[in-house]
């Protein structure tokens, strides 16, 4: 009967074509099986009885049919595999028909055996189900499937622990946070947790490593047969390895007694004066308790108040002391005071250090200055302008090798010194007595004519000449070096070039005082010759 039917729907498309063919087909099938179309197909899908079998599709569905077999996935589950396809993707409703359609909102993601649980509910589901998660290259590259994903951890995420655990994530992570290992039981580790090492902070133990370019921390391959495998042996081998006999879990603390303890096989020897400090001066509380030792500020209050700190950081008081010889010493050189930004020189390097570092409050090493005014009294102060040293600068005249060796440039002044003027010291001109007779400084307000400091033995003879003592003398000595007696109002001619100046320049006195007379009111012979 079946064969008669096949027959006579072959004869009616040859005589009828596709008017008879649009009779028989239900409907256009879906893009997707588009392919399909023509009676010569119709097999492919139903059988001679005209239902479409579950047999059917799977064999066109391949990895539909392996996830089956396997038991895996949405198709495998009892709910869905017991229907029919056609249950859910029915055909021959149109080109455009969507065969493949859910509601993800409402979809029900535990019926493919992997329920969505904490963080995983928040995500979207293409998210997911994208080709970077799935190996299958056919699967890979077909739009919008929902297939070929693994539903092991790794599959989606990177392995953080770069292959050195197991591969099964949720052993010891939840799907609520990866940080928090919450199935993790350290005690059912060959290295179970016990006193102190139960509260340490995992990274303690476990560092950061970089395998294959990526930061990771370390679980496998960490040793724990010792103490001294994590912890540092602060004892450097001399009390043996085996901690346990002294220490616990519980306590670092020493718990054995202290007779004929030898402090020098520990990390701090007693040399010099700490031989004789009794111990509960050091170790306040028990004499177990750990105590730093590294520095003698440790134990020792800074004496110089943060004044050598730098950048937050003490230097040891053993830099310029020792604790053979006490505080009072230093082994300070002058090399090392050199390697400041104070070099001492000259006659500073003969200086105790008491001087410039003991202050009303104690000694001071820092912020002291070290300008000349922060150590030395000004004297100039108020009686030198400030242009000639600025900022009290007195390197502008003294140095260090000696005060008195003045090295100011005079020509500052408009008043170049030389010849015997450069012999004089400074006092000579700039102090004097006032009316008191107190000695007082002179810088300012000086004339620069000689009469200003030397004594006119001329009693004024020459001022209505309006001429200085240059004329006649030089800055050597008071010899008459420059007079030429041709340029005064008598020129010596005849045998008077012969005679000696005091032939006719003779002492005289008069209420001005005693005094050789040069200038004359009357040149006439019978004035001199008698």
């Known amino acids: 009967m079946k064969q008669t039917l096949l027959f006579l729907i072959l004869l009616l498309y040859i005589f009828f074509g596709g008017n008879a063919l649009a009779q028989i087909s239900p409907g256009e099938l879906c893009n997707d099986h588009a392919f399909l179309e023509g009676t010569s197909n119709c097999s492919k899908c139903h059988t001679p009885g005209g239902q479409s079998t579950k047999v059917k599709c799977l064999e066109c569905h391949k990895e539909i049919a392996s996830n089956i077999a396997h038991n895996k996935g949405y198709h495998a589950q009892s709910i869905v595999r017991r229907n029919e396809c056609s249950v859910c993707h029915n055909e021959h409703h149109g080109r455009n028909f969507e065969i493949i359609r859910f509601e993800e909102k409402k979809f029900n993601h535990a019926i493919t055996g992997f329920p969505l649980k904490g963080v995983h509910r928040k995500q979207t589901c293409h998210k997911c189900h994208s080709p970077e998660f799935i190996k299958n290259p056919v699967l890979k590259k077909r739009e919008g499937t929902h297939l070929g994903l693994n539903p092991e951890c790794l599959n989606c995420h990177a392995d953080y622990h770069q292959g050195k655990l197991s591969a ?15 199935g993790f039981d350290h005690n059912a580790t060959r290295y179970p947790l016990l006193g102190k090492h139960i509260t340490t902070p995992c990274l303690d133990c476990h560092k950061f490593e970089i395998i294959n370019g990526k930061k990771t921390q370390k679980f496998t391959g960490i040793a724990f047969s010792k103490c001294t495998d994590c912890h540092k042996d602060r004892h450097n081998n ?55 030792s590294d520095q003698c500020q440790d134990c020792h209050a800074d004496y110089h108040k943060g004044d050598f700190e730098k950048k937050g950081v003490k230097p040891d008081c053993n830099t310029c002391h020792n604790n053979v010889e006490g505080w009072s010493s230093t082994t300070y050189t002058l090399e090392d005071h050199n390697k400041t930004n104070f070099k001492l020189q000259d006659a500073h390097s003969a200086v105790s250090c008491v001087p410039c570092h003991k202050k009303a409050s104690g000694f001071r090493y820092k912020g002291i200055g070290t300008e000349c005014v922060d150590c030395h009294k000004n004297v100039h102060k108020g009686f030198i302008e400030e242009r000639f040293y600025p900022k009290e600068d007195c390197s502008k005249c003294h140095n260090v090798v000696n005060w008195k060796g003045v090295g ?46 030397h004594k006119d033995v001329h009693m004024g003879q020459f001022e209505s000449l309006g001429k200085g003592c240059e004329v006649c003398h ?19 001619d005849g045998e008077h070039k012969n005679v000696a100046c005091k032939a006719c320049h003779k002492p005289i006195s008069d209420t001005k005082g005693k005094y050789i007379q040069y200038i004359f009111s009357s040149f006439e012979c019978i004035d001199c010759h008698k």
């Open 238 to 292: 001399k009390f043996r390895q085996n901690c346990q006999e002294c220490h616990t879990e519980e306590t670092f603390r020493f718990n054995k007694g202290m007779k004929a303890f030898d402090h020098d096989k520990t990390d701090f020897k007693l040399i010099g004066l700490h031989k004789q400090v009794e111990c509960k001066y050091c170790h306040k509380g028990s004499l177990t308790a750990p105590l730093k």
């Open 474 to 492: 030089s800055t050597d000595n008071w010899k008459i070096a420059n007079f030429d007696h041709n340029t005064s109002r008598y020129k010596l």
């Open 168 to 182: 099964k994530c949720a052993d010891c992570h939840s799907f609520e946070s990866f940080k928090i290992a919450t």
């Open 408 to 453: 100011f440039d005079h020509t500052q002044k408009n008043f170049k010194l030389d010849g015997a003027h450069l012999k004089i010291e400074c006092a000579a001109c700039h102090y004097v007595r006032d009316s008191k007779s107190f000695l007082t400084q002179v810088f300012q307000g000086q004339t620069h004519v000689c009469v200003g400091c």
